[in-house]
């Protein structure tokens, strides 16, 4: 079962930045962000108060520095998305996001089966080989600013996964809710103090925003549910792989070309989760 939250964790990951990065060509940042966080703290509202639970003051601190950190990185993520290729930025911050995690679950003492760390390794190689395309390209596509946001990003979401896969099963989704009631305050203050726009441009951007903020947080309470139900090693790595999902929107709508390696790694990244699922 983490598996198959997993992979929805990843689906909709992908979705939401595909839709993220797209509303960022069309509206302005800052209201993208501020925006898609705000409609998912509606959402996640409705969802913690209906799921029930309680959460104690230490929780409610480490929910506030996810807020701020996870705010801080989808910024960073949706700025990179904006400038630079989709299917270069998602998959470089995809590396952080699964690295990070791994790394603490195994400090903290998991041991996941032989089997799954290959799968582990092949997940996190795929993640590498998709972010992947030629020198000349990659020169047009946003050049170093967009790939240091995709770096910072990264980072940002496997501190945030790993704070989330720490809470307790009796938090239900009130740790959810502690972070977006932080990062919409957060980031809507940064962007008055900066004097960024607010608008979002039209119904067509309210749209894109809309639905990026629901599919970015029902990617948060999934992952939530799968972290409780399955190893964090294993789980942040599937969830990881959202990147396959904003490639192959980004090459159906955008027709983005997808290079060699790029198909390479989507095939490592299948068999990766095969042998995760099977372990």
């Known amino acids: 079962m983490a598996v198959i939250l997993g992979l929805a964790v990843a689906a909709a990951y992908g979705t939401a930045d595909f839709f993220g990065g797209f509303a960022s060509r069309r509206s302005p940042l800052a209201s993208v962000v501020v925006l898609s966080q705000a409609v998912g703290l509606a959402l996640i509202a409705v969802l913690a108060v209906t799921m029930g639970g309680s959460i104690g003051a230490g929780e409610v601190g480490f929910a506030i520095a996810a807020g701020i950190i996870g705010g801080g990185g989808l910024t960073a993520l949706y700025r990179g998305l904006a400038i630079g290729r989709m299917n270069v930025v998602a998959p470089t911050t995809a590396v952080g996001a ?68 720490e809470t307790g099963e009796g938090t239900g989704m009130w740790p959810l809710l502690v972070m977006r009631c932080t990062s919409v305050p957060a980031l809507a203050l940064g962007a008055l103090l900066t004097r960024r726009s607010l608008a979002p441009g039209g119904w067509p951007g309210i749209r894109l925003i809309a639905v990026t903020g629901v599919l970015d947080v029902s990617a948060n309470a999934l992952f939530v549910v799968a972290t409780r139900q399955g190893l964090i090693s294993l789980v942040a790595v599937i969830s ?40």
Request: aromatic share 6%; proline share 5%; charged share 10%.
């Open 240 to 279: 990881s792989l959202y990147p396959a999902a904003t490639v192959v929107l980004a090459r159906f709508v955008l027709t983005e070309r997808l290079g060699r390696m790029q198909t390479v790694g989507l095939g490592l990244a299948g068999t990766g989760i095969l042998l995760i699922a099977t372990a």
């Open 98 to 165: 699964a690295a990070l995690p791994v790394l603490w679950g195994l400090a903290r003492g998991e041991r996941p089966a032989p089997l799954a760390l290959v799968g582990v390794v092949l997940a996190i190689v795929a993640i590498v080989f998709v972010s992947r395309i030629p020198g000349d390209e990659a020169a047009a596509a946003g050049g170093r600013a967009a790939l240091l946001l995709a770096i910072a990003a990264g980072i940002g979401f496997g501190i945030v996964f790993i704070i989330l896969a």
